[in-house]
C-alpha cells in the first residue's frame, strides 16, 4: 500500500492555522505563566490571533479554491465574508470578555467576606476562557467553509465543546451557570448523534463524503431517495440545533440565561453565523437539486420559529430569556434566505448575519452593565426607569431593540426588507406573510422594553448603571455605530456582498 503526503495549501489556510495557534499558545500560558500576568497575556494573544487572522483572510479575498486541504475545504466569496464576519464579532466578543474592571467593583460590592469576594473575583478572572474562545472560532471559521461532511462534524464538535465549557464558568456564582453547561452539552451530544447519523445516511445515498459528490448524485437520480430524506432530515437535525430554530430550540432560553452575559453575547452572535453559514453550504450545494424533498418542510420550520419566538418573547420577565426567544425568531427569518434558495437569498443571509451578530453582541453588552450588589438584574421591571439613570446607554440599548424590530434607519431593517423579499421573488409567500407578522408581534415587546426604560420612573432598588470601561465602550460603540450606519447608507456593503458572495460548485 503506497501512502500519499496531504497536500495543504497553508496561505488560504492560515486564519485558522493562526487561530488555533494562539489557542495553543494561550494553553502553555494557562499551564506556566504566573497567574498575576495570565490576563494581560491571554488578553493580549488572544486580540493579536484574531487580528493577524483577519489581515491574512483579506490577503487572500480574491483566492478561490476547493483544494486548500485536499477537498475538504472550500475557499470562496461566501466563504471569505462568513469568515470576515465570525472574526469581526469575536474581536468585539473578546473586548466584552475581557472587560474586568466593571467585574472587579462588582465583586468588591458582594456583601460577605474578605474570602468571599476573593473567590467571586477569581470566578470572574477565569482566564482560560481565552483560549477557549480561541478554539471556538477556530472552529467557527471551519464550519462554514467545510465542503465534505467529516470535515463538517470535525468543525461542529470544534466550536461546541468550547462553548459548553464556556457557558459553566460562572459555576461559583450561580447554579443556572451549571444548569446551563449540562443542558448544553447534553442536547448537544444528542444532536451530534443525530448528525452522524445523517451523514451515514447520505454516505449510503451517494457512496461519497463530499458535497460536490452528493451533488452529483442527487442531480444524476442514482441513490435510493429514502436514504436521501433520512440523510438530509438528520443533518437538518443537528445544524438547525445550533441555531435554534423550532422544535430545536429548548436549550436557547436557559443556556441564554445562565452563562455568563458576555459569553452568551459571543456564542447569540458568532455561532449564528457559523451555524447558518454551514447550512446555506449544504443547502445550497448538496440539495439544491432535491428541493422538493426538504423545502416544505423546511418552509413550516421558519414559519413556526418565527412565531414561536416572537410569541414566547413577549411573555417574558428576564432581559436574557427575551433575548434568546427574540433569537429563536431571528432564526426563523434566515431561515428565509435558506428556503430562498437564490443569490439574492444568499446576499441577503450573509448580510443580514453580520448586522444581526453585531446588533447582538452590543445588547449584552448593556445587559452586563445593569447590576445589583448580587450581580446582574435581569427582571426587566427593575428596567423600569433606566433611561434617567443612564440615558446614553439606555439610548444604545433602543438603537439595538429598534434594529431587531426591523425599524427603518437601522440595519435591520434592511436585513429584513433584503431576506424577505429573496423569499417572496422565489415564491415562498407563506414565508413572507409569517415573516411580516412575526416581526409585528416582535416590535410589540421590543417596543415594550423602551417605554419602560423610557416612560417609566425608576424604583429606588439598589439598581444601578455601571459606567462602562474601555473595553465595554469599545464593543457597545462599534456595534452600535455599525448598527446605524448601515441603515442609513448599507448600499457599499451590499453591493459588496453582490458583487463577493457566491459558492464553488
Known amino acids: 500500500m503506497q501512502f500519499f503526503a496531504p497536500i495543504?495549501?497553508?496561505?488560504?489556510?492560515?486564519?485558522?492555522?493562526?487561530?488555533?495557534?494562539?489557542?495553543?499558545?494561550?494553553?502553555?500560558i494557562e499551564a506556566f505563566a504566573p497567574r498575576d500576568s495570565r490576563h494581560s497575556s491571554q488578553l493580549f494573544i488572544a486580540l493579536f490571533s484574531l487580528v493577524a487572522a483577519l489581515v491574512a483572510l483579506l490577503r487572500m479575498r480574491n483566492q478561490t479554491s476547493i483544494d486548500a486541504a485536499m477537498g475538504s475545504v472550500s475557499f470562496d466569496g461566501a466563504g471569505i465574508l462568513l469568515q470576515a464576519s465570525v472574526l469581526i464579532i469575536a474581536i468585539l466578543s473578546v473586548f466584552l470578555i475581557a472587560d474586568q474592571e466593571n467585574f472587579t467593583a462588582l465583586a468588591a460590592s458582594v456583601p460577605g467576606s474578605d474570602e468571599e469576594r476573593q473567590a467571586l473575583q477569581t470566578d470572574l478572572r477565569v482566564t482560560e476562557v481565552y483560549p477557549l474562545t480561541l478554539f471556538a472560532v477556530a472552529g467557527?471559521?471551519?464550519?462554514?467553509?467545510?465542503?465534505?461532511?467529516?470535515?463538517?462534524?470535525?468543525?461542529?464538535?470544534?466550536?461546541?465543546?468550547?462553548?459548553?465549557?464556556?457557558?459553566?464558568?460562572?459555576?461559583?456564582?450561580?447554579?443556572?451557570?451549571?444548569?446551563?453547561?449540562?443542558?448544553?452539552?447534553?442536547?448537544?451530544?444528542?444532536?451530534?448523534?443525530?448528525?452522524?447519523?445523517?451523514i451515514a445516511y447520505l454516505y449510503g445515498y451517494s457512496g461519497s463524503l463530499t458535497f460536490l459528490g452528493i451533488q452529483?448524485?442527487?442531480?444524476?437520480?442514482?441513490?435510493?431517495?429514502?436514504?436521501?430524506?433520512?440523510?438530509?432530515?438528520?443533518?437538518?437535525?443537528?445544524?438547525?440545533?445550533?441555531?435554534?430554530?423550532?422544535?430545536?430550540?429548548?436549550?436557547?432560553?436557559?443556556?441564554?440565561?445562565?452563562?455568563?452575559?458576555?459569553?452568551?453575547?459571543?456564542?447569540?452572535?458568532?455561532?449564528?453565523?457559523?451555524?447558518?453559514?454551514?447550512?446555506?453550504?449544504?443547502?445550497?450545494?448538496?440539495?439544491?437539486?432535491?428541493?422538493?424533498?426538504?423545502?416544505?418542510?423546511?418552509?413550516?420550520?421558519?414559519?413556526?420559529?418565527?412565531?414561536?419566538?416572537?410569541?414566547?418573547?413577549?411573555?417574558?420577565?428576564?432581559?436574557?430569556?427575551?433575548?434568546?426567544?427574540?433569537?429563536?425568531?431571528?432564526?426563523?427569518?434566515?431561515?428565509?434566505?435558506?428556503?430562498?434558495?437564490?443569490?439574492?437569498?444568499?446576499?441577503?443571509?450573509?448580510?443580514?448575519?453580520?448586522?444581526?451578530?453585531?446588533?447582538?453582541?452590543?445588547?449584552?453588552?448593556?445587559?452586563?452593565?445593569?447590576?445589583d450588589s448580587a450581580g446582574e438584574v435581569g427582571d426587566l421591571n427593575r428596567w423600569s426607569g433606566l433611561g434617567k439613570r443612564s440615558p446614553i446607554i439606555a439610548s444604545a440599548f433602543a438603537l439595538f431593540l429598534l434594529s431587531f424590530a426591523g425599524i427603518p434607519l437601522t440595519s435591520g431593517f434592511i436585513g429584513k426588507f433584503s431576506i424577505f423579499s429573496a423569499a417572496y421573488e422565489s415564491g415562498s409567500t407563506a414565508i413572507l406573510i409569517a415573516g411580516v407578522l412575526s416581526s409585528a408581534i416582535a416590535a410589540f415587546f421590543y417596543i415594550r422594553i423602551i417605554v419602560l426604560m423610557f416612560f417609566k420612573d425608576p424604583v429606588e432598588d439598589g439598581t444601578s448603571v455601571l459606567i462602562p470601561s474601555a473595553l465595554t465602550t469599545i464593543t457597545i460603540s462599534i456595534s452600535a455605530v455599525i448598527t446605524l450606519i448601515l441603515g442609513i447608507y448599507p448600499a457599499p456593503l451590499i453591493d459588496f456582498i453582490n458583487a463577493n458572495a457566491f459558492f464553488l460548485r
Not at 8 to 28: D, E, N, S
Not at 144 to 157: C, G, K, N, Q, Y
Not at 169 to 182: I, V
Not at 319 to 324: D, G, M, Q, V
Request: hydrophobic share 60%; aromatic share 12%; charged share 10%.
Open 8 to 28: 495543504l495549501h497553508y496561505a488560504q489556510l492560515a486564519p485558522m492555522l493562526i487561530v488555533l495557534a494562539g489557542a495553543l499558545i494561550g494553553v502553555l
Open 140 to 198: 467557527m471559521l471551519l464550519f462554514p467553509v467545510s465542503s465534505d461532511l467529516i470535515t463538517l462534524f470535525v468543525a461542529l464538535e470544534m466550536l461546541s465543546l468550547p462553548l459548553y465549557l464556556m457557558a459553566g464558568l460562572s459555576r461559583r456564582r450561580r447554579l443556572m451557570s451549571q444548569e446551563a453547561a449540562l443542558k448544553y452539552f447534553l442536547l448537544g451530544a444528542f444532536s451530534s448523534a443525530f448528525f452522524l447519523l445523517g
Open 216 to 371: 452529483e448524485s442527487v442531480t444524476g437520480g442514482a441513490g435510493n431517495d429514502v436514504f436521501l430524506l433520512l440523510g438530509i432530515a438528520f443533518i437538518s437535525v443537528g445544524l438547525l440545533f445550533k441555531v435554534g430554530a423550532v422544535p430545536f430550540h429548548a436549550w436557547s432560553p436557559d443556556v441564554y440565561q445562565g452563562a455568563p452575559t458576555a459569553i452568551t453575547g459571543f456564542m447569540a452572535a458568532a455561532t449564528k453565523v457559523a451555524a447558518f453559514g454551514a447550512i446555506l453550504r449544504i443547502f445550497y450545494v448538496s440539495f439544491a437539486n432535491a428541493e422538493w424533498q426538504w423545502k416544505p418542510a423546511l418552509i413550516l420550520i421558519a414559519i413556526i420559529t418565527m412565531v414561536f419566538g416572537s410569541v414566547v418573547a413577549s411573555t417574558q420577565r428576564d432581559i436574557k430569556r427575551t433575548l434568546a426567544y427574540s433569537s429563536i425568531a431571528h432564526a426563523g427569518f434566515l431561515l428565509s434566505g435558506v428556503i430562498a434558495l437564490s443569490k439574492p437569498g444568499l446576499d441577503a443571509s450573509v448580510f443580514y448575519l453580520f448586522v444581526y451578530g453585531v446588533a447582538t453582541l452590543g445588547a449584552f453588552g448593556i445587559v452586563t452593565l445593569v447590576c
